[in-house]
């Protein structure tokens, strides 16, 4: 069993800069692939970024390429997405996500939620114009 809990959300002024934090429980952590999502009320959610178990420079959708970074500290058991020149659009709550089963990204099935098999609660982020 995994816990993912993130933290770091709030409200943010555009062109603003955030880090939201997953702090993963369990010694696998570090075997893990890990993503993150977005959700906006009335919308589906929404891949923004993963890595593989190693790090290294991860994948990211379209719309935060450039401006968000996903990074993650194995000896800490943390999983992190840096978000600058932040806008109105990013607001959503935002999810971290774990593969138990994989350490790498496997061709795009990584950028859709049933890849992942484990989930946070969730931590709002608000980008006010």
């Known amino acids: 069993q995994v816990q993912l809990v993130e933290s770091g959300g709030g409200l943010v002024q555009a062109g603003g800069s955030s880090r939201l934090s997953c702090a993963a429980s369990g010694r696998a952590f570090s075997t893990y692939a890990m993503g993150w999502f977005r959700q906006a009320p009335g919308k589906e959610r929404e891949f923004v970024a993963a890595?593989?178990?190693?790090?290294?420079?991860?994948s990211y959708a379209d719309s935060v390429k450039g401006r968000f970074t996903i990074s993650r500290d194995n000896a800490k058991n943390t999983l992190y997405l840096q978000m600058n020149s932040l806008k109105p659009e990013d607001t959503a709550a935002y999810y971290c996500?774990?593969?138990?089963?994989?350490?790498?990204?496997?061709?795009?099935?990584?950028?859709?939620?049933?890849?992942?098999?484990?989930w946070g609660q969730g931590t709002q982020v608000t980008v006010s114009s």
């Open positions: 890595i593989g178990w190693s790090g290294g420079s991860g």
């Open positions: 996500a774990a593969n138990s089963r994989s350490k790498v990204l496997i061709g795009t099935r990584y950028k859709t939620p049933p890849w992942y098999d484990y």
